[in-house]
Every structure is written in C-alpha cells, then in structure tokens.
C-alpha cells in the first residue's frame, strides 16, 4: 500500500555535493532509512532517521559527510551528501519501517536511484 519515490540521482563529480529526496505515496509514521547497493556487492545501511526527526543514524563509511533529515510536512525524507568519493557509487534505496541500520526492519523500499560519482 506504501509506495516511495526516490529522486535527485545522477553524474556528479568528486568533491561535490549531492541531495537525494524520497517521497512516500502517503503520510506515514515510520522511521527511515537510506541505503545503497553499489555493482556487484550487497546492498548496505547509509543511514537512519526516527519518524519525528529526533533521531538520527549513520554508517562509519559516510559518517562525517552524509546527513539524513526529513520535513513531515512535505511527507518526505532527504539525504544530503558532501564531498563524494568514487566509492560512493550505486543505487541508493530510501526505506520506510523500524528505526534500525538492519535491512530486515524495514517494511517498504523504493526503487532506487543511481548515484554515479565522476573523478
């Protein structure tokens, strides 16, 4: 019934910045999560927020330059990344359940976007 919608993926140079919006098809009360799948590797937690904004997660790979906020107003969740890295490269998923880096508390997944970071 919960759908998601990642936007904000694309070609990106090094050392830039880049922000990734996820929208639910309905207003929810569930904690969020971004995570990434790069080519042939599994996909990995990025990040996590409680579903008021009060809390906040992140993995030790992107801690430092990733941050994860989200506005209930507008009923959706962003990522906002700061001096990318090649190794920052894949598909990122945002992801709708419990407040947890573990991908089997999560109830509702997007699509995906693809992030591709330039040298």
């Known amino acids: 019934q919960v759908q998601l919608v990642e936007s904000g993926g694309g070609l990106v140079q090094a050392g830039c910045s880049l922000r990734l919006s996820c929208t639910p098809s309905g207003s929810i009360r569930h904690s969020m999560g971004w995570f990434r799948q790069a080519p042939g590797k599994e996909r990995e937690f990025v990040a996590a927020i409680s579903w008021n904004g009060g809390s906040t997660n992140y993995a030790d790979s992107v801690k430092g330059r990733f941050t994860i906020s989200r506005d209930n107003a507008k009923n959706t969740v962003y990522s906002q990344t700061n001096s990318l890295k090649p190794e920052d490269t894949a598909v990122y998923y945002c992801?709708?359940?419990?407040?947890?880096?573990?991908?089997?508390?999560?109830?509702?997944w997007g699509q995906g976007t693809q992030v591709t970071v330039s040298s």
């Open positions: 992801a709708a359940g419990s407040y947890s880096s573990y991908r089997d508390r999560y109830d509702y």
